[in-house]
């Protein structure tokens, strides 16, 4: 908990901002990646990745409704990994799909809000629509997950 107030809460502040200056400039090179690697580049103490997507330690990883490692709480601050996922339920009377992650490529986000009740993220994450990429607030029901895998990591510090 004591790192989490060191790198965690300045992860969450630095991604407040970047989302609310996206709408008049463009946040890393408009990708998923991008946007969470111009993030912790403004932190000065958390760690850059090792390899790609891994982000420090895993703390929770779910293959579809199967919860497959669980270490501590999720927590705002951390980097949430969306594999090849797609979620399918129901928001109010109306059903939906939704597809991401795809095609080698894994989607990834920095959690803004974690409800423990309804299994619910809201993450901040590169808007990947056409001619509108900003960062846009998501969020994902991990009951809804039907396919992938969804793995989030705490952010460590650096050795520097």
Request: hydrophobic share 35%.
């Amino acid at each position: 908990m004591a790192i989490w107030g060191k790198v965690g809460t300045q992860i969450l502040s630095v991604s407040n901002a970047l989302y609310a200056s996206s709408k008049s400039a463009l946040i890393g090179d408009g990708s998923f990646e991008g946007f969470v690697d111009s993030v912790l580049s403004n932190v000065p103490s958390a760690a850059s990745p090792s390899e790609p997507f891994v982000y420090g330690h895993l703390v929770y990883s779910q293959t579809i409704s199967s919860v497959t490692r669980r270490v501590s709480d999720i927590m705002p601050g951390d980097v949430v990994v969306l594999e090849d996922c797609h979620f399918h339920g129901r928001k109010g009377l109306q059903t939906y799909n939704t597809r991401i992650g795809k095609n080698d490529q894994p989607a990834c986000g920095i959690i803004n809000e974690y409800e423990q009740k309804k299994h619910k993220l809201r993450v901040y994450q590169a808007n990947q629509r056409v001619g509108n990429q900003t960062v846009e607030l998501a969020s994902y029901r991990l009951n809804d997950l039907k396919a992938g895998t969804v793995k989030v990591r705490f952010v460590v510090l650096s050795a520097d």
